[in-house]
């Protein structure tokens, strides 16, 4: 049995692929003072379903997203260190933060080991280690198991069914803000939530396209 996402609670989404899922997890100290709950779901999936080219597939925009990744880490002062190959699977530690509904500090632990201590969380030594560390002695064996597979899905199924596309993703009061960078608007929507409500965002939200729409998934 699954637990389904509850919408009317903040959440936060990311993926331990995301370097700036990372970033931002690590300045939880200036998130809005609310209990967003810590939600696993999977990036290629989310691609996948809005039909999104993988960032990592474009030669250029991936060595730019590194480099980025690097200087933002620098900027903010926050430990940095890319795992030896990326993209990486991350089906096993996600597996495992979904099957224990983990909370903010074990997620902070899991994001550390591999972006702080670059770890590739893939290989059954460093997983391993990572459940070692976490104190989950049947780690390797909980991931294997079908509610922790089948949570990690419905996970991923209802965050695109609040339009998610990407991580990291704050939902706050019933929207969507993507990105590492979208913490200033986080922060200055939770103080004054009716500027989303103002003329000219109503007007921009609303606005069309001079193209015919593309046909959807």
């Known amino acids: 049995m699954t637990d389904g996402i509850d919408a009317t609670q903040p959440l936060w989404f990311y993926d331990f692929v995301s370097p700036f899922s990372y970033l931002l997890l690590e300045q939880h100290d200036k ?3 609310l209990p967003f709950v810590m939600t696993p779901v999977l990036l290629n999936e989310l691609y996948g379903h809005w039909r999104q080219r993988l960032a990592y597939d474009v030669p250029a925009k991936r060595i730019f997203t590194y480099r980025y990744a690097l200087f933002r880490a620098e900027q ?21 933060a979904a099957a224990l509904h983990a909370d903010v500090n074990t997620v902070r632990e899991i994001f550390r080991f591999i972006w702080r201590e670059g770890r590739d969380p893939s290989t059954p030594e460093n997983f391993a280690l990572l459940c070692e560390r976490l104190g989950i002695a049947d780690g390797p064996e909980l991931v294997e198991r079908e509610e922790a597979k089948a949570q990690l899905q419905r996970n991923t199924a209802d965050a695109i069914a609040l339009g998610v596309f990407g991580v990291p993703t704050f939902w706050l009061n019933k929207q969507l803000f993507w990105g590492e960078d979208a913490l200033p608007m986080v922060l200055y929507c939770a103080r004054t939530p009716n ?18 729409k593309s046909k959807t998934v």
């Open 76 to 96: 903010l002062g926050i430990p940095f260190k890319m795992p030896p190959l990326h993209p990486f699977d991350s089906i096993k530690p996600m597996r495992l």
């Open 195 to 212: 500027w989303l409500e103002s003329k000219e965002v109503k007007r921009i939200t609303s606005l069309p396209s001079a193209f015919p």
């Open 31 to 33: 998130w809005p003072g």
